[in-house]
């Protein structure tokens, strides 16, 4: 008589290996093999790892030299800087004095180059740690080794706009002192913070916010075009160049230095000697925005749409 078809449980039963028929030979040798094709198969992801790095890296340093070579610039491969054209005065809006050359200089520079007219509004003057006198006079080297003149430097002493990332700056107050000095120096370019604020800082975040407010009441002049400064991740934020094909991919406007402009950056952040700690001094070797500055370009649509998707 045939045997009853076993079930598929019934199967698994009966193939199943009985742990004490395991020798303890068998069991070091199976454990070692799985051992074995555990460090092969790492040391093939590892080399495939390093050779999308190198390869990255080099595409990297090709499209950063095409940038500012002649043959590239002929070619019309990339732009080193693709920002809105015919600005003649722009009002760059930080919270900080250092904010100017930590994270907007690669724009402050590229703006300098076409001859556009900087004016910097820092609405505190950094007295956090009790230097505020210290930082302004920092403020004004820096933006002078930047190429923005003395008398174009608003550096405001308000209470109520104190350097403290435990006091919320009101939107009001700030909306209103950017307006006050958008239509007093009759400025067509508006550049700031975005709502991530770079650093995440509160007195960063706010800015935008009262921004953002002119923008959605229609306050900010017709001529006027407004740039935020894009935020990025921890880990593109510190790889410098190696973050040019992702910000030419994602962006719409943006500001590469050359190397020897990037050293301009450099010192005038280190005009701020008063914050010169070991992890800024990092900051200064490995940060993007000591040489790529990325902006989006924002208006009263887009405010409302980024109301209404939240």
């Not at 004490?20 to 093999?33: D, G, H, K, L, T």
């Not at 095409?66 to 043959?71: A, C, D, E, G, V």
């Not at 075009?225 to 991740?233: A, G």
């Amino acid at each position: 008589e045939q045997s009853e078809a076993q079930t598929p449980l019934e199967e698994v039963e009966s193939t199943r290996v009985d742990p004490e028929a395991v020798s303890p030979e068998e069991a070091v040798s199976y454990f070692q093999f799985i051992y074995n094709q555990s460090v092969i198969y790492l040391r093939e992801a590892l080399d495939h790892i390093v050779l999308l790095v190198f390869v990255y890296t080099l595409l990297c340093l090709v499209l950063y030299k095409l940038l500012f070579h002649r043959f590239g610039r002929w070619l019309k491969v990339v732009r080193k800087s693709r920002l809105p054209a015919n600005s003649n005065r722009a009002l760059l809006v930080t919270a900080h004095p250092d904010d100017e050359s930590m994270f907007f200089g690669p724009t402050i520079l590229e703006l300098r180059r076409r001859n556009c007219r900087v004016f910097v509004l820092c609405l505190s003057d950094g007295n956090f740690n009790q230097q505020g006198d210290v930082r302004r006079q920092e403020l004004w080297d820096a933006c002078e080794s930047l190429g923005i003149k003395p008398e174009d430097i608003t550096l405001l002493n308000a209470t109520h706009l104190r350097d403290d990332p435990a006091l919320e700056w009101k939107t009001v107050t700030i909306a209103n002192q950017i307006l006050k000095h958008l239509e007093a120096l009759d400025a067509d370019l508006l550049i700031t913070f975005d709502k991530a604020g770079v650093s995440g800082h509160p007195n960063h975040c706010a800015i935008y916010h009262a921004t953002a407010s002119l923008c959605l009441a229609g306050l900010v002049p017709n001529k006027c075009r407004v740039l935020t400064l894009e935020s990025v991740n921890l880990c593109r934020k510190y790889i410098s160049i190696l973050d040019l094909p992702i910000t030419l991919l994602l962006s719409t406007n943006w500001s590469v230095l050359s190397w020897q402009s990037r050293l301009a950056v450099q010192n005038a952040m280190r005009l701020h000697r008063s914050q010169m700690v070991w992890f800024r001094k990092l900051y200064i070797k490995f940060s993007r925005y000591m040489v790529i500055n990325s902006l989006r370009e924002i208006n009263q649509s887009d405010v409302e749409f980024e109301i209404l998707d939240s």
